[in-house]
């Protein structure tokens, strides 16, 4: 019985000084790690150099790219150069005059052509038109009045010039202005203007009227033009 207990207690002792052996070991296992672990040193935080770095290695894998300034501008398109260039056409000329006989009932036909004729001492460059006296004097064409004014040669008389400014028509020796007629008026073809007479020097004895087309200069001055032929205008040509 005592050879029992010894042995048991002999038994017993092995077994806890094994135990104690392994948790010993873990204890110091325990303690190598944990030492370990802290000999190795800590991840330092980038700082602004290293940053900087980082975004030049990022910005050299990218394509690069030329500044706005640089950039090719936008071509025309084939045909625009030439749309788009400037044309050195000279300006148009003024379109020919078709007028009417500024006497009512009178036809282009019946009239004398007095242009090149002579009137003490000068040329005439106007058309003389018989009418009796008080018979209506009408616009040859479209414009407006731009001067109403008596003078020595043409007595009664008034200056109207196209819608253009181009021309300037020329009506004298009238009897007197229609009614309501004033400088700045728009007259229409076929507007009456005045009444056939003889102020001015013509004749007292042969009432007409005295008409006459000029070209205005780039001054356009009512009272300054190159005289032009009514007489074909009055008839198309």
């Not at 078709?98 to 242009?115: K, M, N, R, W, Y």
């Not at 007595?155 to 020329?170: E, H, K, M, P, R």
């Not at 007197?176 to 009456?192: K, N, S």
Request: with cysteine.
């Amino acid at each position: 019985m005592r050879a029992r207990v010894a042995a048991a207690f002999v038994l017993g002792c092995a077994v806890g000084a094994v135990g104690l052996g392994v948790a010993l070991w873990r204890i110091d296992a325990l303690r190598t790690s944990v030492f370990r672990a802290q000999e190795q040193p800590l991840p330092e935080a980038p700082g602004p150099l290293d940053t900087a770095l980082a975004a030049g290695q990022q910005q050299s894998q990218r394509p690069l790219e030329p500044p706005p300034s640089q950039l090719p501008q936008e071509l025309p398109g084939v045909g625009e150069a030439e749309r788009t260039a400037p044309e050195n056409n000279p300006p148009p000329s003024p379109a020919p005059l078709h007028l009417q006989v500024p006497i009512a009932g009178l036809s282009a036909e019946s009239l004398h052509d007095t242009f090149s004729e002579t009137r003490d001492g000068h040329a005439h460059e106007a058309l003389d038109i018989p009418a009796p006296r008080g018979t209506p004097v009408v616009a040859a064409g479209e414009g407006n009045v731009v001067k109403l004014f008596t003078s020595k040669q043409g007595g009664l008389t008034v200056y109207q010039f196209d819608n253009s400014q181009t021309y300037c028509y020329y009506y004298a020796h009238l009897e007197r202005y229609a009614h309501g007629l004033r400088e700045g008026v728009l007259l229409r073809a076929g507007d009456v203007l005045g009444y056939v007479g003889t102020t001015g020097d013509a004749p007292a004895t042969s009432p007409h009227l005295h008409f006459a087309v000029y070209r205005l200069g780039p001054e356009k001055q009512w009272w300054k033009g190159t005289a032009v032929d009514p007489l074909p205008l009055l008839r198309g040509k």
